[in-house]
């Protein structure tokens, strides 16, 4: 499986807001670049696709930032990704030939443990905030 830099980046950022989950103070773009060394000017993107994808809630002014729209155990890596890298789990469709179909299935029954497997684990896991629930 291959992860791209803004799916990674995605996460890391989610991570450090499910750590400061429920805290009255909003975390600012800046602290957040800082802490996760992601590119400022990178994240700002990101975060606004998490945000059209209901995963943040932000508020402009000089008390402004960004928090999580749901408690960190109700986001999923599955949510992230739909967000971010929407074809991550896609399936293959059949093709011509005698084996198409079996290869076909094989993949669709890969995906699917993927896709799965993405969707059961938590922010709220990768925050250390509760028990982990995955075996890695």
Request: some cysteine.
């Amino acid at each position: 499986m291959k992860v791209s830099f803004r799916l990674e980046y995605a996460c890391r950022v989610l991570t450090a807001l499910a750590n400061h989950y429920g805290r009255s103070r909003l975390a600012r773009i800046e602290d957040l670049a800082r802490d996760e060394a992601v590119p400022a000017n990178y994240l700002v993107r990101i975060l606004n696709d998490l945000r059209e994808a209901g995963l943040l809630e932000s508020k402009r002014g000089t008390r402004g930032g960004y928090t999580l729209a749901r408690p960190p155990e109700d986001i999923s890596l599955s949510d992230i990704a739909a967000a971010i890298e929407p074809d991550m789990v896609s399936t293959v469709n059949s093709q011509p030939g005698a084996s198409g179909p079996r290869v076909a299935e094989a993949f669709r029954r890969i995906a699917e443990a993927h896709a799965s497997e993405l969707a059961r684990v938590t922010l709220r896991d990768l925050a250390g905030t509760g028990q982990m629930n995955y075996d890695i």
